[in-house]
């Protein structure tokens, strides 16, 4: 089959849905094709523009080939078009096209795309939700009505519309008022290929051989982008109040540098907190095998899933609808984010060696498989029968 895949933010190497879902879909023997600017191909989100690539050839990677349009219309990030983009997919003659971001303009030149094939199977998805989308009311104002009309217009002729969480399918429902018949929840998830399970006891020993943890000491881990929506700090304070010499806190990730002094003095020196730095999602993986406990005080992140599917308990901060996390046990929600609730979660896990492998074999058991990208990519195609 040959699937498209149409997003603006695709930066060659990373892990998010947007590299993932394209990667696996050609790893189960798909022909795909990514469709993305050159304007943003290092960027992060409109806070982290890098400068536009050069090269327009297409290119191969992961299996997957990547072609870069320019913008033809460029406004603030978001109202941005691409050029060419409906030739491009005339060329490439799709069965199937995923529009990744469901408010964009783009999806007008996919509408017209989709009426003359209309064989041509056509998914929405959206990431949005009132946490990080309609943040203030000149965003709620441009979702509600210019973005809600162009998404309920490409809405009649898509075949399905999936959310990535039962919060940003509330904001969907709510925000663009589409029906509820033609949307269904696909998780984001991880690359189970990555997580080397043959080599655990070896990764373990590694591991904390270089923290001198020893084999048998409880790790509790965290990561990420490190900044003050994580609530590291607040972590950090909870595990000093745990004050065990068999308690060590890992932290990996790049900390941006208006949080590090205040996350450095709040670490002080702590023997048994360890900053791992910056790691590949291989290493993120390796890490967490040798861990017993990842936990996520602060804002939502992907990383949640892949701890679980390595076979972690987790402890996160609650948002709506996170109740999809818990497998049957494996999750601990922290409906607070002060260093005494925190501690206080912690605690219950660490004094309980019973709860803390029951909690570890509901992820391992559950969670490889409902989030794994190979499992999602294929309810994909496996959908195209039903809608």
Known sequence: MKIVHITYIYIDGFSYQENELPKTHAQLGHEVTMISTQNFAGSINKSHIHEPVKDKKPYFIDGVKVIRLPLKINIDYRFSVLKDLYETLESENPDLIYSHGGAYLNLKIVESYKKKHPNCYWCLDFHGEYYNTGTNFISRFYHKYFFRFIIKS??????????VTPLVGMFTEEMYKLPKQKLKMLP????????????RITHREEIRSKFNIKNNDIVIITGGRIESEKNTVELVDAFKKINKENIHLIIFGKIVDEYKEELEETIANHPNVHLAGWLTTKEINDYYLASDIACFPGGQSVLWQQAIGCGLPLCVKYFYGLEYLDLGGNVRFLYKDDPETISTA?????????????????????????????????????????F
Do not use: H, P, R
């Open 154 to 163: 490409a809405f009649k002729y898509a075949n399905i519309g999936y959310y």
């Open 188 to 199: 984001l998830g991880f690359d189970l290929s990555l997580v080397d399970f043959e080599n």
């Open 346 to 386: 912690l605690n219950e896990i660490i004094e309980n060696k019973e709860l803390m492998n029951s909690m570890a074999n509901v992820a391992i058991q559950k969670g490889c498989e409902y989030f794994s990208y190979k499992n999602i990519a294929q309810t994909v195609i496996d959908d195209m029968k039903f």
